[in-house]
């Protein structure tokens, strides 16, 4: 493995860290600021703010320069931004440094997958972009529960003073290791926002927001499913968690090698598994043995779509692929805001500790649906018909012959 992807996926591992770990970390910074546990959960709708309002905007910023540079440069914007959180000395100035630390999250993983893709062979692109994404998957198996149980015992501060640490170290490996890579002869934003008249590339998007928002209403929730449905206790959650992270790093894995040999069936076949272990998860769910296996499945199928829709979107957006491939990134935050929502409102309505999950299970069927449209639209040739269509068309005139 090029060690240029590794020093890609260390920078990720600490992204998904920071991510994820303030979930985890909420009474302690709630406790630690004096403010209401539902006032510090704002912290995390500020970082999904930070990647859907950076992503463009640095990736515009940043499209001339160097994509090395570029990618130093967003590491060391993450890390500074953890500094500041870790040393805030109230909630207002951690609102603002939580917003800054998200700013660089979507424009890094644009960036950092184009610089993937152009360090492999064409045939190995998705692998190579998954590669990257695996140390975001890794953050959930290893760094979430690290920073957590760092957290509970010496204080949030230390967990996000260790998240620094490694995001120094992604940047000097970053630097060290990832050869130069200039950036488009054409670069700029006009020619970056040239990839999005591609239909191809906004039903792209709107397959992310629609069926990755079945993961999120399932995933934003799953914690007191596991307790109040199956059973387990606080500390055996973890460890279930844990076991989801396992089968999204399996996923990832999968899904690239899937990518780069079928890439539009792996997208809807994804998908359709998604929704299948969603859907079964309301029935396992009441088990403990069976809930876990199923919260791995759902962790296989529901990151097996990371590296798919990420290669497709490199694909369609042709010579201005790193703001399209940043875009991403903001479309799988209103995803995760938008499935978070839809379940709350099934929880709201009194349906249930798994109606979260069969809300996910239709969210994903729905986007596999607009896949499938997707894939229809780009095997019709330009002001063609159908391949059905022109099937019967020629049927027709064997007929006639």
Known sequence: MPLALVALAVTAFAIGTTEFAAMGLLPQIAGGL?????????????YALGVVLGAPLLTAACARLPRRAVLVGLTGLFTVGNLLCAIAPNFGFLAVARLITGLPHGAFFGAGAVAAAELAAPHLRARAVSVMFSGLTVATILGVPAATLLG?????????????????????AIARF????????????????SAFRSGQLWLALATVVVGCAGLFACYSYI?????????????????????????????????GYAADRALRPSI????????LALALFAVTAHARWSAALTVVLIGVFGFAVVPTVQTLVLQKARSAPTLASATVQGAFNLAN??????????????????????????????????AVVSWVLDRRPPGGPSPVAARAAGEARQQVG
């Open 34 to 46: 004096h403010v209401s546990i539902p006032a510090a959960g704002r912290l995390i709708a500020l």
């Open 152 to 172: 509970q015992h010496l204080g949030w501060r230390a967990a996000m003073l260790v998240v620094v640490a490694i995001g120094a170290l992604g940047a000097a």
């Open 178 to 193: 990832v050869p130069p890579l200039p950036a488009h002869p054409q670069a700029g934003l006009r020619h970056e926002l």
């Open 223 to 255: 914690t007191p499913t596991l307790t109040e449905v199956a059973g387990f206790s606080d500390g055996a959650v973890t460890l279930v968690l844990a076991l989801f992270g396992v089968g999204m790093t399996i996923g990832n894995l999968v899904g």
């Open 268 to 275: 809807c076949a994804a998908f359709l598994l998604m929704s």
């Open 337 to 370: 805001a938008q499935g978070a929502f839809l379940g709350g409102l099934a929880l709201d309505a009194g349906f249930g500790w798994t109606s979260p999950t069969l809300v996910g299970a239709v969210l994903a069927a729905a986007g596999c649906a607009v």
